[in-house]
Each structure stands twice: as C-alpha cells, then as structure tokens.
C-alpha cells in the first residue's frame, strides 16, 4: 500500500516485496527513509537498516529526548531499565556480578568505532526479597 506514490510516502510490506514498514524519503533506493520497522522488529529513525532494537541516526546530531511537564511532585521523565533471568513472562532473580545495564561511549578511530568509555552496572552479592 503506497500512500503518497508521488515522492515520499508509507510503505506497508509493498507488494510482498518488502518485509518491513518504513516512512520513505524521496529516495527510490531507501537511503533517506525517515522510520522503519524491519522484518526481525528492529526499528530505525533516520537509517534505513537499524542494527539494534531501536536505532537512532543522523549525520548532524542525534539527540534523545524525555520531558514532562506537569505540577505533580512525584511525575517524573524518566528512563528505566529492568533486568532479570528467566523469561518475560516467567522471570527468576538475577545473580552475583550480573550485568543489569551499561551505558558505552564510542568514537571512530579511522577503521571501526572503539570504545572510549563505558560504565556498567552490576549485582554485588547475592540479591534477596527487596534488597537490591
């Protein structure tokens, strides 16, 4: 289903030939695509092959942003990570020296992007009922 068959428009699965959702740019080789879901789920803003869960891309700055804005004491933008063994929808507790987040810097060194700082989050001990 093409919506917009002049320039830009939202492609869904066109013509069995694509396996993916994209809002297209102007371009008919997808180099400009604007959003797309691909067929593993992965979903990519501004790039048009996304190689992580969310993939956020552009050549001048790619900015995150939460905000709020409200009176309430305790609401909050927020950015929450969870982390456990098991599955979804049968989780188990998480052990010694789990890594339960970390964040990573990169900077492209002329070859490949290396890393130039990280931090990671980790369980110190053996975690209990509510002492985490």
Same mark, same amino acid.
């Given at each position: 289903m093409?919506?917009? *068959?002049? !320039?830009?428009?939202? &492609?869904?699965?066109? !013509?069995? &030939?694509?396996?993916?959702?994209?809002?297209?740019?102007?371009?008919?080789?997808?180099?400009?695509?604007?959003?797309?879901?691909?067929?593993?789920?992965?979903?990519?803003?501004?790039?048009?092959?996304?190689?992580?869960?969310?993939?956020?891309?552009?050549? *001048?700055?790619a900015?995150?942003a939460?905000?709020?804005?409200?009176?309430?004491a305790?609401?909050?933008?927020?950015?929450?990570?969870?982390?456990?063994r098991?599955?979804?929808?049968?989780?188990?507790?998480?052990?010694?020296?789990?890594?339960?987040?970390?964040?990573?810097?990169?900077?492209?060194?002329?070859?490949?992007?290396?890393?130039?700082?990280? &931090?990671?989050?980790?369980?110190?001990? *053996?975690?209990?009922?509510?002492?985490?």
């Amino acid at each position: 289903m093409a919506v917009n *068959t002049i !320039g830009a428009g939202v &492609i869904l699965n066109e !013509g069995q &030939i694509d396996v993916d959702f994209r809002v297209e740019g102007n371009s008919a080789t997808h180099t400009d695509d604007r959003f797309v879901i691909d067929a593993s789920g992965k979903v990519g803003i501004g790039i048009a092959a996304p190689e992580r869960l969310l993939h956020l891309q552009d050549d *001048t700055e790619a900015n995150l942003a939460i905000e709020t804005n409200n009176n309430g004491a305790s609401n909050f933008a927020g950015f929450r990570r969870y982390k456990s063994r098991g599955t979804k929808a049968s989780p188990t507790v998480v052990a010694d020296d789990d890594t339960l987040a970390m964040d990573a810097i990169y900077g492209y060194d002329g070859n490949s992007y290396a890393t130039a700082a990280s &931090i990671e989050y980790k369980v110190d001990g *053996t975690p209990g009922d509510g002492d985490m």
